[in-house]
């Protein structure tokens, strides 16, 4: 049976590695930035105080830009939530790439051991085959 086949299926397997790798790297910057965003936010939201204002519509806009800032810090904690979710999708993708990579070396190096216990057993065979060919020549000679 030929097994021409499994180096090109490993080398598909570790191109599609090393794509999901590619992508792992860009989500966890993805990710960090999202975690950067989100710390500046919080940081934003404390520092914000009670409003103290004179009239009414300086403590509404006040408020509404209060309101304004928790609303980016929602988002920026949804951002940050979803870059470590895809963080997470994207490192299962790879394990299981790895695996299957895995799987096909794992194949190539049986395949490889058969060869090699076959091309050892021909070798043995014609070995046995000159020392029994040379042992009946001697025989012939030691009966004449």
Known sequence: MSHNWIPTVLRARQAQEDLLAQGLAVARRDAGRAADQ???QLARVDALVVPESQSVPAFHATL???????ATLAAARNRM?????RVAGTMAEL?????????VEKLQERHLDEQATAASGLAQREL????????GARLREASR
């Open 128 to 135: 046995d085959e000159v020392s029994i060919g040379r042992h």
């Open 81 to 85: 939530l979803f870059a470590e979710h």
């Open 38 to 40: 989100h710390a500046e």
């Open 95 to 103: 394990t299981a790439a790895a695996r299957s990579r895995r799987t």
């Open 64 to 70: 509404a830009s209060q309101q304004a800032a928790v």
